[in-house]
T-cell receptor, first 114, second 110 residues
Framework: DTEVTQTPKHLVMGMTNKKSLKCEQHMGHRAMYWYKQKAKKPPELMFV???????INESVPSRFSPECPNSSLLNLHLHALQPEDSALYLCASSQDGQGHSPQHFGDGTRLSIL | RKEVEQDPGPFNVPEGATVAFNCTYSNSASQSFFWYRQDCRKEPKLLMSVYSSGNEDGRFTAQLNRASQYISLLIRDSKLSDSATYLCVVNNQAGTALIFGKGTTLSVSS
């Protein structure tokens, strides 16, 4: 069982839709992350939140909009996505945002863009 | 030089074999090193952290060589359930996030 919970597990959406991915952790971790993973590739970092503030944006297109309502929650708002955005979206958390502590992953949202 | 490099494999070994993976990293200032395991269509899971003195967890042994900037993972007495992709992970130059290698695929057969 993962201690990082992601919803939904699967999402199919059209290019004009707006949807949100949600992530929750109750381990008291102060850093949370969004990754994108394509088949047979490693996870690619998208965003890092440290102490509820956005600390890293890896030049992600504006059609992806992260939000951190509190230290336990992380959302990823999606709008006007492209077919190439279809991927597994992973949320992770760690004790710190310094890259010193290991990250714990949720089981991901598998996103398909029609 | 890429930040984290791994031999993608695949490594195909019989049950009971010993197998070793290496990983090189480019940032000499990196302080944190990990091995993750990822099964097909699943999330990465932390296998073990890698400490300067080397560390062991059951059949798994991790080593760090700072002078040569590589880390290794040794798996003894391979099981069918060890079949997975093993990801080498190092903290980035700014020390603000973790960088994943492309992974090494292991297939253990009976």
């Amino acid at each position: 069982d993962t201690e990082v919970t992601q919803t939904p597990k699967h999402l199919v959406m059209g290019m004009t839709n707006k949807k949100s991915l949600k992530c929750e952790q109750h381990m008291g971790h102060r850093a949370m992350y969004w990754y994108k993973q394509k088949a047979k590739k490693p996870p690619e970092l998208m965003f890092v939140y440290s102490y509820e503030k956005l600390s890293i944006n890896e030049s992600v297109p504006s059609r992806f909009s992260p939000e951190c309502p509190n230290s336990s929650l992380l959302n990823l708002h999606l709008h006007a996505l492209q077919p190439e955005d279809s991927a597994l979206y992973l949320c992770a958390s760690s004790q710190d945002g310094q890259g010193h502590s290991p990250q714990h992953f949720g089981d991901g949202t598998r996103l398909s863009i029609l | 030089r890429k930040e984290v490099e791994q031999d993608p494999g695949p490594f195909n070994v019989p049950e009971g074999a010993t197998v070793a993976f290496n990983c090189t990293y480019s940032n000499s200032a990196s302080q944190s090193f990990f091995w993750y395991r990822q099964d097909c269509r699943k999330e990465p899971k932390l296998l073990m952290s890698v400490y300067s003195s080397g560390n062991e967890d059951g059949r798994f042994t991790a080593q760090l060589n700072r002078a040569s900037q590589y880390i290794s993972l040794l798996i003894r007495d391979s099981k069918l359930s060890d079949s997975a992709t093993y990801l080498c992970v190092v903290n980035n130059q700014a020390g603000t996030a973790l960088i994943f290698g492309k992974g090494t695929t292991l297939s253990v057969s009976s």
